[in-house]
């Protein structure tokens, strides 16, 4: 049973900068090609991915929001998935979540396409 467990948000000043990790366990040795990802929802609007990392070769993708600001990485050994935020803006305010799945994914990255999920965490920038 794939578990997930995010940790790291918090309140911060625009500008200012937050590390998001996920925590993933019940998946074994974690061999397979998994795909990790990070969504935010804000209230009223729709999940929206935000970045994602392949186990495979590493290889990462992001949104237009969050390309050049923030970074998706990954440590295999203690199966961790970490969000750098930086350069934060009231605009990225919303609950983030943590998701996998085991397999490629579609780009745009679509929630339904992750079958794991943490329980969020909450972002708030003023």
């Known amino acids: 049973h794939v578990q997930l467990v995010e940790s790291g948000g918090g309140s911060v000043q625009a500008g200012g900068s937050l590390t998001l990790s996920c925590s993933v366990s019940?998946?074994?040795?974690?061999?397979?090609?998994?795909?990790s990802a990070w969504f935010r929802q804000a209230p009223g609007q729709e999940r929206e991915g935000v970045a994602a990392?392949?186990?495979?070769?590493?290889?990462?993708i992001y949104s237009d929001s969050a390309t050049g600001r923030f970074t998706i990485s990954q440590d295999t050994a203690s199966k961790t998935v970490v969000l750098q935020l930086n350069s934060l803006k009231p605009d990225d305010t919303a609950m983030y979540y943590c998701?996998?799945?085991?397999?490629?994914?579609?780009?745009?990255?679509?929630?339904?396409?992750?079958?794991?999920w943490g329980q969020g965490t909450q972002v708030t920038v003023s």
């Open positions: 998701a996998a799945t085991l397999g490629g994914s579609r780009w745009p990255l679509q929630a339904a396409d992750f079958g794991y």
């Open positions: 019940g998946n074994g040795d974690g061999s397979g090609y998994w795909c």
């Open positions: 990392i392949y186990s495979g070769d590493g290889s990462a």
